[in-house]
């Protein structure tokens, strides 16, 4: 008898499980199925459509986000952003936007599952980060809500600093990072965070960690 159940959906990182640095110093790990929308539009005639519609308005400055619950706009470039919201609400917010800006020419393409999230949170997540970008992640450099496009050893990634400093348990950092990538930055991420207890990863397919 044929199988009916319904394919099980899974993340590129599900046979991972969160780990954890000593003392909380660091926490790694996935937040799977966010709605991820790449959004291309003229500045000026979307913004307060977008902002009536979804109460959140486009971030201008270079490398910022603007952020309302659980929905976020991450400024990628003069004319383009991704649009971040929760799982549940990703069908939603995409119609409700698409709607708002039918009257101007724009583009939204859904890239839900060509990217992942890896969150690395904690006391030492900044410290931990540095050691493999040559993006300036000093927290004069690199604050709360900003974002930006890097390298992490062999890896090209968005990295979002979605908590700041000042909380107690310190900072959080996402990064996006590609399907086919994915297992790559984490191993590379928990080989970083050893120095804080961080358990060491191996690669599913025993190929060796390398960084430059």
């Given at each position: 008898m044929a199988d009916l159940r319904p394919p099980a959906r899974l993340s590129?990182?599900?046979?991972?499980?969160?780990?954890?640095?000593?003392?909380?110093?660091?926490?790694?790990?996935?937040?799977?199925?966010?709605?991820?929308?790449?959004?291309?539009?003229d500045p000026?005639?979307?913004?307060?459509p977008l902002r009536a519609a979804l109460g959140l308005g486009l971030p201008f400055e270079p490398l910022t986000s603007s952020t309302l619950r659980e929905s976020?706009?991450?400024?990628?470039?003069?004319?383009?952003?991704?649009?971040?919201?929760?799982?549940?609400?990703?069908?939603?917010?995409?119609?409700?936007?698409?709607?708002?800006?039918?009257?101007?020419?724009?583009?939204?393409?859904e890239v839900s599952d060509y990217y992942t999230i890896i969150e690395v949170a904690g006391r030492q997540a900044r410290?931990?980060?540095?050691?493999?970008t040559t993006l300036d992640l000093h927290p004069r450099a690199f604050r709360a809500g900003m974002v930006a496009g890097t390298m992490f050893g062999r890896a090209n990634a968005m990295i979002?600093?979605?908590?700041?400093?000042?909380?107690?348990?310190?900072?959080?950092?996402?990064?996006?990072?590609?399907?086919?990538?994915?297992?790559?930055?984490?191993?590379?991420?928990?080989?970083?965070?050893?120095?804080?207890?961080?358990?060491?990863?191996s690669p599913l397919k025993g190929e060796r960690l390398t960084i430059g």
């Open positions: 590129p990182l599900h046979h991972r499980t969160e780990i954890r640095g000593e003392n909380g110093a660091v926490r790694i790990a996935e937040i799977p199925f966010l709605g991820k929308f790449i959004l291309r539009a000026q005639q979307a913004v307060e976020a706009f991450l400024w990628m470039g003069p004319d383009e952003w991704m649009m971040v919201t929760a799982p549940d609400k990703a069908a939603d917010r995409s119609r409700t936007a698409r709607d708002a800006l039918a009257d101007i020419r724009y583009q939204l393409v410290p931990l980060l540095m050691k493999l979002w600093q979605f908590r700041s400093d000042a909380d107690d348990d310190g900072p959080i950092f996402r990064l996006f990072i590609r399907w086919s990538m994915a297992d790559y930055l984490w191993c590379l991420i928990a080989d970083a965070g050893r120095e804080w207890g961080v358990l060491e990863q």
